[in-house]
């Protein structure tokens, strides 16, 4: 390992500074709140009202996979404080404590290493956009950083409670905890029982609550989504996994998986300290790739954590070598008068392009990033927020209403809501796995009942017979409300990714 003395100081406020500065112009240009959000948020607001841990109130459904986020954002919201205001600032906040851990994990090893990995994390698009968007994602990663950097440090006491944390903000922590178990017993050849225990205690008490309230830990939304997934095409495919996780899903992506490769042998010749980063980020892509289910972009934002580590490590690997390469060329010429000058000519040029390089691929990503984020956002206000305040209007408080999409819908409605992907509606699971949406609707007779003019459903109930002679429709949202040139950001070229909803009225009871 080579080790890299400077003041650390100067680094880390500016890892700060960009981080806080990068986020808010994102928000200043998309204001990007993402609809899965706004689940958790009704949740975090039911408990801090006193309606229980319900999405519906006196329904004990586990609907969100992330309960301590859901706890933190409860308890803010109990001290009167906004709840979409905070839940950004947390996992700003997180993401400026996930650079500085990040930094201080790689100082170690080379100062200049530890600000490139930081930075690459920190100005990644797809990490700042799941940092401004209301989602756990930023929090549950530091909560892994901070895991890693404990041990590392081998403090396996705070080890322990930073990974309970993380599996606290959600269940797939658990390939860290297994991930750290299977590289402890290889070094020290012994279990981790302060690790394991530790951590288990940690979630043990969340454990008990949630089988004695909800009947079991495990989220709704697991079975929910397998049923829906199993049943449609929506199954992301391998090819398009490997592409995402390891090539950025651009082109130019393919440098930067070369650098990861390379930042791999850095760690197994010369950094073995850091294997278990390299064995955790390779157990999270295994396990997404092997799984059969959508994959939703917030997923993939943990793994590049470790893998954007690598890629740090990897461009020191290439540094080191066109340093080798240079010495060997200058000694061989006889040309030792100035072969320092020109080793640290080489020096600039080596990492001025391998900069330029990261900042081509993320100027790519980050321009189409932002206009789609902030189209998105305009059409989720538009949409599905507008639809949410219709019903809230338009319907009685004790009326059910059938929907999907059920984040912004659910939210603003404050109706109870039946929801068409089962991820908060158990008794839908069956009906899903056998692909009859129209069975349910004829089940349970919501009140209202909204349809989006898209997905593997939409025939079998649009066209239906019965669905004319019980169900009026009331209203409509799509694309045409959309009014995108009040972006701040020029979109007219964009098309909007957004299908169309129709809003349905029971007319009459049915059989």
Not at 69 to 81: D, H
Not at 263 to 280: C, E, P
Request: net charge positive; charged share 15%; hydrophobic share 50%.
């Amino acid at each position: 390992m080579v080790k890299d003395s400077g003041n650390a100081i100067p680094i880390v406020i500016l890892i700060i500074l960009v981080t806080i500065l990068t986020r808010g112009l994102l928000v200043y240009y998309s204001n990007h709140l993402a609809d899965d959000s706004f689940i958790t948020f009704r949740y975090a607001e039911n408990i801090a009202a006193g309606k229980g841990f319900v999405y519906n109130q006196g329904e004990r459904i586990l609907g969100t996979s992330t309960p301590l986020y859901t706890l933190l954002l409860a308890f803010l919201v109990k001290l009167g404080l906004p709840i979409l205001l905070f839940a950004r600032i947390i996992n700003i906040g997180a993401d400026c404590l996930s650079g500085i851990l990040i930094f201080l994990l790689l100082k170690q090893f080379r100062t200049g290493v530890a600000a490139l990995a930081a930075f690459f994390y920190v100005l990644f698009p797809r990490v700042t956009v799941w940092s401004i968007s209301g989602m756990e994602t930023s929090l549950y990663v530091f909560f892994i950083a901070a895991s890693l950097y404990c041990y590392y440090k081998k403090n396996f006491g705070l080890t322990a409670l930073f990974l309970g944390l993380t599996i606290l903000t959600r269940v797939d922590g658990v390939l860290l905890g297994l991930a750290m178990v299977i590289h402890f017993v290889w070094q020290h050849r012994r279990f981790p029982v302060k690790i394991v225990l530790g951590s288990m205690a940690v979630v043990l008490p969340w454990l008990v609550f949630s089988f004695l309230y909800f009947g079991s830990p495990i989220p709704n939304s697991v079975p929910g989504k397998k049923a829906l997934y199993s049943a449609t095409v929506w199954e992301t495919p391998k090819w398009r996994i490997f592409w995402e996780f390891l090539f950025l899903r651009i082109k130019i992506g393919w440098p930067m998986l070369l650098l990861a490769l390379a930042g791999f042998y850095t760690v197994l010749t010369r950094a073995r300290s850091y294997v278990i980063i390299a064995l955790w980020t390779a157990f999270y892509f295994v396990f997404f790739f092997l799984g059969a289910t959508k994959m939703h972009m917030w997923y993939y934002v943990p793994f590049y954590l470790g893998y954007l580590i690598l890629v740090a490590l990897g461009a020191d690997l290439v540094f080191e070598k066109a340093d080798e390469f240079w010495k060997r060329k200058v000694g061989s010429l006889g040309q030792r008068t100035n072969a320092a000058t020109s080793l640290k000519t080489l020096r600039i040029v080596v990492i001025s392009a391998v900069c330029l390089l990261a900042g081509l691929i993320y100027f790519q990503q980050m321009k189409r990033t932002v206009r789609l984020v902030t189209v998105e956002q305009i059409a989720l206000e538009d949409i599905h927020k507008s639809i949410g305040l219709w019903l809230s209007e338009n319907t009685h408080p004790t009326d059910t209403v059938c929907a999907e999409d059920i984040g912004y819908m659910g939210y603003y409605s404050g109706r109870y809501i039946l929801d068409q992907d089962g991820l908060i509606s158990p008794q839908v699971i069956p009906f899903n796995k056998s692909r009859d949406r129209l069975g349910f609707l004829k089940e349970y007779k919501p009140a209202y009942f909204l349809i989006g003019f898209a997905g593997p459903y939409f025939s079998q109930v649009i066209q239906s017979q019965w669905l004319e002679e019980n169900y009026e429709r009331m209203a409509t949202f799509d694309a045409s409300s959309v009014d995108v040139s009040r972006a701040r950001i020029p979109l007219e070229d964009l098309e909007l990714n957004v299908c169309r909803y129709d809003i349905f009225r029971r007319i009459k009871s049915t059989d």
